[in-house]
């Protein structure tokens, strides 16, 4: 695996209400519905190696029939066959969000220990299935995302549960290639914190996610519950409006805060939003920040004599357009940044996978079409199909 890119979830994902709908089960993951193999080939010819494909472990867990299961465990595979008969790799991601209106989402399948015995089950069963296709061709992520282990004052909870995890993966899947993570979103910090060597398995590649500068990356977005969603018009790089200009948006953006965020948070917005600009003035300062997580993954693969092949860069990005919104992030500005986070990525030898296909980071020109955004592709060093 080189350059790879992630398929979206959740763009259109309905509630669990309709989880045992013959339309929502028929086309799992939700993506399929209405993408041909011309679409997934057009992915492979532009340059793309491989795929990251999220699954929605919330739908094999939550009130899940017997019936529910195989079904998904079906449709599972045949999408994997899919993607392969469209000259595609495929890591099988289950990939659990953190969420206030679930049952069954990261924060819960963390901290329930009834609910994590469950998940290793299902995990167990997914990389049974799995253990059926080409090994050559198909890898497992059992774990997206453990939102724990970001405070460094406490003992870390991840590192038992990873054993766990790789455990009943390794098990389902004797010959499979797993990809596993540290904590902490996932994040090159989280993966300082693991020591591979109680796993001791060479058929594993590493992973960490990184989105940093996150106040650039992220304008408009509504789902973090920080000050991110009064952000918008911030250049990559900054030096590209000039430093008047770039002062005039930061300006414009706190007097956002100042008169449309709640009351009682405008004041610990404001602060968070000061704090994150105050870090991406200049070039330099963004392309430092930048660096940061790969300089962390790269230093901690010397440690644990882990070939940079084995670490990889499972998601980056930045975003296109928050859904509702008016303001669209221009692909010239995306592409800079995705040019600066493949090149930091080459320089150290990880292989990447860019987030995502479609939904609100999506490098599509639209969902709809699934065309490809050459001004993008141009930024990774693709081409246009």
């Known amino acids: 695996m080189e350059r790879g890119l992630n398929l979206e979830l959740w763009t259109t994902w309905p509630k669990p ?5 013959p339309a929502v089960l ?9 993408t041909t193999i011309s679409d997934l080939e057009h992915i492979r010819t532009a340059g793309f ?3 990251r494909m999220p699954i929605d472990p919330a739908i094999f867990l939550e009130d899940a029939s017997e019936n529910r299961v195989k079904k998904l465990i079906a449709e599972t595979l045949k999408t994997v066959d899919m993607l392969h008969k469209a000259g595609l790799k495929v890591i099988v991601d289950f990939h659990s969000i953190p969420s206030d209106d679930r049952k069954v989402d990261t924060n819960h399948i963390l901290a329930d220990e009834t609910l994590f015995t469950q ?19 198909t890898a497992f992520e059992p774990f997206n995302e453990p939102v724990i282990d970001c405070d460094p004052t406490l003992f870390p909870k991840w590192p038992a549960m990873l054993m766990q995890l790789h455990a ?5 899947a004797p010959n ?3 990809i596993l993570s540290g904590g902490c979103w996932s994040s090159a910090y989280g993966l300082e914190k693991v020591d591979p060597a109680p796993i001791g398995d060479d058929n594993v590649i590493w992973t960490f996610h990184s989105y940093e500068p996150y106040v650039l990356t992220h304008q408009g977005a509504d789902w973090t519950g920080d000050s991110m969603s009064y952000v918008e018009g911030l250049p990559y790089p900054p030096d590209l409006m000039g430093e008047k200009a770039f002062e005039e948006r930061l300006a414009a953006i706190r007097k956002t805060i100042e008169t449309k965020a709640p009351k009682e948070r405008r004041e610990e917005l404001l602060v968070g939003f000061n704090e994150m600009a105050g870090r991406v003035t200049t070039y330099k300062e963004v392309l430092a920040a930048l660096d940061e997580p790969f300089e962390k993954a790269a230093a901690w693969g010397k440690d644990n004599n ?3 092949e084995r670490i990889f860069l499972g998601e980056f990005g930045m975003i296109r357009r928050e859904y509702q919104k008016k303001f669209r992030m221009p692909s010239d500005w995306r592409a800079s940044y995705l040019k600066d986070m493949t090149e930091a990525a080459h320089k150290r030898g990880f292989p990447w996978s860019v987030w995502s296909w479609g939904g ?4 599509t020109l639209d969902d709809k079409q699934r065309v490809l955004d050459p001004v993008i592709l141009k930024g990774l060093g693709l081409k246009t199909p």
Not at 26 to 34: I, S, T, V
Not at 168 to 172: G, I
């Open 26 to 34: 028929d086309n799992f993951p939700e993506w399929r519905q209405g």
């Open 119 to 137: 998940y290793l089950k299902m995990v167990g069963r997914l990389g049974r299935a799995l253990s059926e296709t080409d090994a050559a061709t």
């Open 17 to 21: 209400d309709r989880w045992d709908e």
């Open 306 to 308: 882990i070939p940079p």
């Open 168 to 172: 009943a993966a390794r098990s389902a």
């Open 49 to 51: 190696d491989f795929v």
């Open 360 to 363: 609100a980071f999506g490098i």
């Open 176 to 178: 499979h290639t797993l």
